[in-house]
């Protein structure tokens, strides 16, 4: 009988049902169950030790990269990585070869697995030769079983396995990637705390159209769900169009198809605005199904993260969907999901990203004085709100930067916390917090303001959050799409900037039937902001360059469409400061020239 070693994953499995679907192709309907899994999972481990001819002990701890598209082989490489105690490196596909070199050099990769699907990919990318170069491993596709029952597996050992886990790379808007470890220990504590908060259960069928190589995708809506024995229906790349007909397809009468309803959706923002622009061009057949289909009763849970979520998004979904209102959630490749909104709609608050997840401790630091913001003193004598840097610590979090000390060391504070560098404020909300979604979403609720290094905006002595002002220019009718920068501002330090995509109503909502101006952002903004947090410039663009999970790298953005201006304004600032400091000199001399004149 074929063996692994015991894992909270392994043993999930083995009780779950056998005869209940762990992963579909949505498109073919290749369709495996939880009973042939774990033969799956054993027989790829098998593979592994032999196409790497290493012993389980020589393998423990070596790390396997591997591109396979989002499918049950998916599933299956990822688990056998984790039976072997290896550490799974997931590769995007679409990333260029050299991206990919960067990671298989930087993870020191003992292998490379592809499936035929990607064997371009990894021919592209072994063509030039790796610092240490991986043993090329080509994957059979895994047979649908068809009828037959798997032969059981025995599970042995100690249920936990630490050298393993999986190791995924964060995007490097400021630097080359970085390899972030999480342990299985670390992965198996992100699961049960999601579901804790987020009830995943075996009547559960999740529609998954992310990328797998990064947190959402891969914890989410993978391990989670095969955690807790509910089914995955993969289809990707996202299409909004095949994603509202798989919706609706249970609830139109005509089709002889019969797919079950979606359950559990989480996508990114975009996603949602996405669904929602192309609803009015849907036929009135489908708009009616798939009005059905996204109503509470059967998509039980549809979820928001990995950047913020506008709130006439959520509006309107919640309109569409007749009262299903989006959960919101704030996460990082370093820590999983840290906090989130409660399955009760009152702890699902506009703007917030809610509370500690389960076994998560969280805390705000001010970041320029680095005192604690202690529970209760959120907002200053005179009444300001006090932000500060979600620092959080507890078994979900990762436990390092692969081969880069220097870089954990900075990220953690002396007694173990992780500096997120995402600035946040904290308050209570009436009826909210009150312990109806469970013990772990009480107190007062966390509301994002940005990234310390992008979102936070210095203008003359105050805060601005860039997340607030695009919040803002998001309820306007002119504005589909919008990016809130900081340029240098001689006078305040910095000023809030707008880059714009301009909706329809936009393209004339100017005086005279013009395209709308900065001075038209300014008037309308008159009565909803303090003057200083209003946008000065503004730029109109076609569209706002986004990557998979629908985040913009604003440092990037601000080079490509502010450039010139931030360069020009640089060197006024320093031509100011020249002349100040000549001018202090000048001062300086006379004065010494005075007091020598009297000695
Ligand atoms: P990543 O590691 O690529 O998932 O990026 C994590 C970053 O995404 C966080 O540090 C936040 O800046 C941002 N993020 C994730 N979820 C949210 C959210 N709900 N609202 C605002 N920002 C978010």
């Known amino acids: 009988m074929a063996a692994l070693q015991r894992s909270a994953f392994f043993d999930a499995i083995q009780q779950h049902d056998p005869e209940s679907t762990t992963v579909v192709h949505s498109l073919s309907g290749r369709s495996f169950k939880f009973g042939g899994l774990l033969q799956d999972v054993a027989k790829s481990k098998d593979n592994l030790l032999k196409a790497t001819g290493k ?67 990894a021919q592209e990318v072994l063509k030039d030769g790796l610092d240490q170069q991986p043993i090329s491993v080509a994957l059979e ?3 649908e079983q068809k009828g037959q029952s798997s032969s059981p597996v025995e599970l042995k050992g100690e249920s936990n396995a630490a050298e393993g886990g999986m190791m995924l790379y964060t995007s490097g808007t400021t630097a080359r990637p970085k390899g972030v470890l999480l342990p299985q220990p670390v992965l198996i504590a992100q699961c049960r705390s999601l579901i804790q908060a987020w009830n995943y259960t075996s009547k559960d069928r999740l529609l998954h159209v992310l990328p797998l190589h990064h947190i959402h995708g891969t914890v989410n809506a993978l391990l989670a769900p095969v955690l807790a024995g509910s089914t995955i229906e993969f289809m990707f790349p996202f299409n909004v169009d095949a994603v509202w007909k ?47 289909a996204i109503q509470r009763k059967n998509l039980r849970l549809s979820i928001s993260g990995s950047a913020a979520l506008p709130t006439p998004t959520k509006k309107a979904w919640t309109d569409l969907s007749k009262g299903n209102v989006l959960l919101e959630r704030f996460g990082m490749t370093e820590v999983g999901m840290a906090l989130s909104c409660g399955l009760d709609d009152i702890d699902r608050i506009d703007g917030s990203v809610g509370w500690p997840l389960p076994s998560v401790e969280a805390r705000l630091v001010d970041p320029d004085t680095q005192e604690i913001i202690k529970p209760g003193e959120e907002t200053t004598s005179e009444g300001k709100e006090r932000s500060g840097e979600i620092q959080l610590r507890g078994p979900t979090i990762f436990k390092g930067y692969w081969r880069n000390p220097e870089a954990t060391k900075k990220e953690f504070t002396e007694d173990g916390w992780f500096k997120t560098g995402d600035i946040a404020v904290r308050k209570p909300v009436h009826g909210a917090g009150e312990g109806k979604s469970g013990e772990w979403a009480t107190g007062p609720a966390y509301f994002i303001h940005g990234r310390k290094s992008a979102d936070i905006i210095k203008t003359g002595g105050e805060k601005v959050s860039a997340l607030e002002i695009e919040r803002e220019l998001l309820s306007l009718p002119q504005v589909k799409e919008c990016a809130v920068v900081g340029l240098p501002s001689e006078a305040w330090g910095q000023k809030a900037a707008a880059i714009i995509v301009l909706t329809e109503q936009g393209k004339t909502a100017g005086r005279g039937g013009k395209e709308w101006s900065a001075l038209d952002m300014r008037r309308a903004l008159k ?45 006024s600032i320093a031509a100011a400061e020249e002349r100040a400091q000549a001018k202090a000199k000048e001062a300086a001399e006379q004065a010494k020239g005075g007091a020598n004149g009297h000695a």
């Open 246 to 292: 798989r919706l609706a397809a249970p609830f139109i009468a005509s089709s002889n198809e019969h797919k079950p309803p979606i359950t559990f959706f989480t996508v990114v923002p975009t996603i949602w605005s996405r669904m929602l622009q192309s609803w009015s061009d849907l036929p009135d057949d489908l708009k009616e199904a798939a009005g059905e």
């Open 55 to 121: 012993t389980e002990d020589q393998l423990a701890g070596e790390r396997i990269a591997f591109v396979v598209e989002n499918s049950y082989d998916y599933v299956v490489t990822l688990l056998a990585c984790l039976a072997s105690n290896t550490i799974a490196v997931p590769l995007a596909p679409s990333f260029p070869a050299s991206e990919l070199r960067y990671i298989l050099n930087h993870s020191q990769a003992l292998a490379l697995l592809h499936s035929s699907t990607f064997a371009k990919v």
């Open 527 to 571: 009565d909803k902001m303090v003057a200083y947090k209003i946008p000065q410039d503004m730029k109109i663009v076609d569209e706002l360059p986004r990557n998979a999970m629908g985040k913009i790298n604003k440092k990037d953005l601000v080079q490509k469409v502010f450039g010139d201006l931030v360069a020009i304004r640089r060197r």
């Open 141 to 143: 596709k895994i047979k």
